[in-house]
């Protein structure tokens, strides 16, 4: 099983450009940041007013005994004035930083579906969804974790370290500031070391998680799997494994962390100690006043108490900065198939849908289609017939567009569709595919998503010639019946039918059937057929088909082997050149009397 390797995210540039990832999306609200700055500055500054209020007030108290003692009303207003407005502007920064943290985050998330649905067909199919639904869930939180620590904590500690340190460098003997520097630098650089070289663990501990969560949402997608083998061990087993090694680095971010807030703690003391000796030592020596070593005190108190907060939230900022990282990266991904610069829509006022030396394959080193040509007239059906493998439904994938072809080119109504809009297109084509994977929401969502503007009475319409109307009303819940995970609670030809009517309700100008009838039983599949024909008339059709009796009024048939086409045209034309098609259908008729002898 492929995992993701556990790698160390390069350091601070790589952070920087998380950053500008995100700054977009803050610069969408740019008024409201600014709002929220000046809040905090504010706060911040009547937050350090405090204790100088305090100061004089003991000061006040602290004069000689010759003077009349007064009560100082002024001041311990003003006192309960600042404390008053801290509270008022630390509350509006958050009133009006609420917008800004839920609307980026909204935004962020939009983007990456957005973006997710723009990646080719390839990136899905190689991505594991489970891991990515982790990466993506973890990274847009993490988007407002972050915007919460840097204006709800590092830029506040910031803005009252400058002020105290100021007021500590005008007022008194710049050995105060001195200090706070020293120590909030060691604080900081200590803290950073020490936080960078605990990461691993905490990538290592994602890692560990998604590709636990992963192994466990596959052993669940896979249920019926696991059951026919009986592996449900062999699936705890693998998921327990995986916990095991998320579980040992878990225990490993969190030993040192506890390293880690004790350093800080230990620098903290230091700071705190040294200050006030040398503040005892002026209140002693006479320089200081009472008041001062109060106001000290105080502001030591206030300044360290975030300060050690910063530390956490440090920690906590790296590892947001490492999920988001993640997140941007899937952002970052270009996506393989994009319009062409100035393309156009699709005209197709005449829908001929043309293959034109067309060579294909996934990967470079396994070619599925070589030098395919055929063409499809405006309102003619052309059948593609070949073994499991051959490259049908390879087909049908290039003609949406959700690869490039590797040579040649595919032209609608004499388009080249790799120069026109992919909307324009899709559009253009309506599919039952050969695994009709459906939405876990009602019938009803389910085939009115081919237009999600149509009536009730068109839905139940196309239901009805899809014939599965009457199947839908037998239900207890009827067009509300919930069709569970994947469509998984109906059956595979119910699911097939309604992929019919969902392709009867886009009423496209080009229609693919791939094995559109595989999953039904001959009786259900000749009712169907009838339907499909009635849509079918009039509309370019390709149909993909394993049963040659459902297309022998294709007007071509083309019969692909290996990735090559080996025969083409009509079906009586077929069966007289007694090639590979010929063959096809005698064994084909030999089983279909088979049965009907048997019984069956
Ligand atoms: N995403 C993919 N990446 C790599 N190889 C692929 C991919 N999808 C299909 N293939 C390979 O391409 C070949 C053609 O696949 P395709 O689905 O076109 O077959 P098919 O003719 O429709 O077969 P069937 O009748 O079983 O549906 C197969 O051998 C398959 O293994
Ligand atoms: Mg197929």
Known sequence: MHTRPVTLPEQDGNDLR?????APFLWMYRGRVLLALACLVLAKVANVGIPLVLKEIV???????????????????????????????NELRDAVFAQVRHGAMRSVSIKVLEHLHKLSLRFHLERKTGGLSRDIDRGTRSVSSLMNYMVFSILPTLVEISLIAGILLVKYDALFAMITFVSVSIYIVFTMKVTEWRMKYRVAMNA?????????????????????????????????????????????????????????????????????????QG??????????????????????????????????????????????????????????????????????????HVSFAYD??????????????????????GPSGAGKSTL?????????????????????????????????????????????????????????????????????????HSFITGLPQGYDTIVGERGLKLSGGEKQRVAIARAILKNPRILVFDEATSSLDSHSEQNILVALREVAAHHTTLVIAHRLSTIIDADNILVLEAGRIIEDGRHQQLLKKNGSYAHLWKLQQEESRQELGTGL
Request: aromatic share 8%; no cysteine; net charge negative.
């Open 396 to 468: 049908v994938r290039l003609l949406y567009r959700f690869y490039d072809v590797a040579e040649g080119r595919i032209l609608i109504n004499g388009q080249d569709i790799s120069q026109v809009t992919q909307k324009s297109l899709r559009q253009t084509i309506g599919i039952v595919p050969q695994d009709t994977v459906l939405f876990n929401e009602s019938l009803f969502y389910n085939i009115a998503y081919a237009q999600p503007a149509a009536t009730r009475a068109q839905i139940e319409n196309a239901a009805r010639l899809a014939n599965i």
């Open 18 to 22: 998380t950053l500008q990832s995100l």
């Open 208 to 280: 560990h998680d998604s590709k636990a969560n992963t192994q466990a949402i596959d052993s669940l997608l896979n249920y019926e799997t696991v059951k026919y083998f009986g592996n449900e061990q062999h699936e705890l087993q693998r998921y327990n494994e995986s916990l095991h090694d998320w579980e040992s680095s878990a225990i490993k971010s969190q030993t040192s962390l506890a390293a880690l807030n004790f350093g800080q703690a230990a620098i903290i003391a230091a700071a705190v100690t040294l200050m006030m000796i040398l503040a005892a």
């Open 283 to 356: 209140v002693v020596a006479g320089t200081m006043t009472l008041g001062d070593l109060v106001l000290v005190n105080a502001f030591l108190l206030q300044l360290f108490i975030p300060l050690n907060f910063l530390g956490i939230v440090y920690s906590q900022l790296k590892h947001a900065l490492a999920d988001m990282r993640l997140m941007f990266d899937v952002l970052e991904q270009e996506p393989e198939i994009v319009d062409h610069p100035g393309a156009r829509d699709l005209v197709t006022d005449n829908a001929e849908v043309r293959f034109e």
């Open 364 to 385: 470079a080193d396994r070619p599925i289609l070589h030098n395919i040509n055929f063409t499809i007239p405006p309102g003619h059906k052309v059948a593609v017939v």
């Open 59 to 89: 000061d006040n108290f602290d004069i000689k005994s010759d003077v009349l003692v007064t009560l100082p009303l002024t001041l311990l207003l003003l006192y309960g004035l600042l404390k008053l407005a801290s509270s008022l502007f």
